[in-house]
């Protein structure tokens, strides 16, 4: 058969088969025209450089494979050396994973180094700074979507916190809890979800939580038996925003958003993620005593919380 049909059979470039049989790996045949005459055999060669070649093998290392191929071997990897040529291309894998997981170590580093190093960043550089609310953020309306919740049961949910603890929503403990529940914190080496501050109510997570952590002590004197943030994101990310923040409360982890579908608790869509809308619940003898919503501003909603305690102490 002719080069084309060769390599259109093999699933291979003509230009391939030309670089193989320049490196001696295909010896076809030549015609009395002086024309190149390729066989099965050429095609199936053909085919195992290419097969190699997924794994890793370079087209310089795939002599063993032929050379058994061409012994009258069924199998291209049934001799010891082509053997030995798989242990030879797994040695170098890991080699070159060992460096690529220290350079992704290494680089993973100075994110952390570059995006931690002043977590107050001056006005005026406003993209790693969370701390901040930036002026112009459009204001949440209250669509009534909490109305139902004052009085209705709290679910049995389980929830693994950044303490390492679980919490059952239902009886976390006597008194009043406080659980705010908001969509995301930024961090400083991860990118917000595009728009994100064109959504009402969206940003401000990080000052919320810092407004919940200066207030932590008064809280607990106006009668929060405990106070919990809520959000959808893994206990791993919560964990650093803790650490980073100094908070000291736990985050509750809910990445299903159950609580959401359970108590029927308004959420939205961004950066393809479902994510709970801002709400704050005050929890008591397994019911849901109070709920502020919608939270605007975020940064002095915890002064809002200790006020509404305040006048709620009986």
């Known amino acids: 058969m002719r080069i084309g049909e060769a390599a259109r059979r093999a699933g291979a470039t003509v230009k391939a088969v030309r670089y193989y049989e320049a490196l ?5 045949a030549r015609l009395g025209n002086g024309y190149r005459d390729y066989d099965e055999h050429d095609v199936r060669v053909v085919r195992e450089i290419r097969t190699l070649g997924r794994l890793g093998i370079p ?6 494979f032929l050379d058994c191929l061409d012994s009258g071997r069924p199998h291209a990897d049934d001799c010891p050396a082509s053997l030995a040529g798989y242990q030879d291309a797994i040695d170098d894998l890991t080699r070159r994973i060992g460096e690529l997981t220290a350079r992704r170590e290494a680089l993973a580093r100075r994110l952390h180094e570059a995006a931690h190093r002043d977590s107050t960043v001056p006005p005026g550089e406003p993209m790693h700074d969370f701390t901040r609310l930036p002026a112009g953020l459009p204001v949440p309306e209250d669509d009534g979507a909490c109305d139902h919740l004052p009085g209705l049961p709290v679910p049995r949910l389980e929830l693994p916190g950044t303490d390492g ?5 239902d009886a976390p403990g006597p008194g009043r809890t406080v659980v705010y529940l908001y969509p995301l914190t930024g961090r400083p080496d991860r990118d917000l979800p595009d728009g994100w501050d064109s959504i009402p109510g969206a ?5 919320e939580s810092c407004g ?3 207030h932590h002590e008064e ?6 038996g405990r106070v919990f943030g809520l959000s959808s994101q893994d206990t791993v ?3 650093e925003v803790v650490e980073r923040l100094r908070l000291p409360f ?11 579908d359970e108590l029927k608790l308004p959420t939205f869509e961004a950066g393809g993620q479902r994510l709970f809308t801002r709400l704050t619940l005050i929890l008591r003898d397994g019911v849901v005593e109070h709920v502020f919503y919608p939270v605007f501003p975020p940064d002095r909603h915890a002064q809002q919380v200790l006020e509404w305690l305040g006048g709620h102490s009986g």
Do not use: K
């Open 24 to 28: 001696g790996l295909v010896a076809p």
């Open 59 to 64: 087209v310089e290392l795939t002599r063993p």
């Open 165 to 169: 603890r679980t919490v059952r929503l």
């Open 203 to 207: 940003r401000g997570c990080t000052p």
């Open 212 to 214: 919940f952590r200066d």
């Open 219 to 224: 809280l607990v004197s106006a009668g929060a």
């Open 237 to 239: 990310y919560q964990r």
């Open 250 to 260: 736990a985050i509750l982890s809910d990445p299903a958003l159950r609580l959401a």
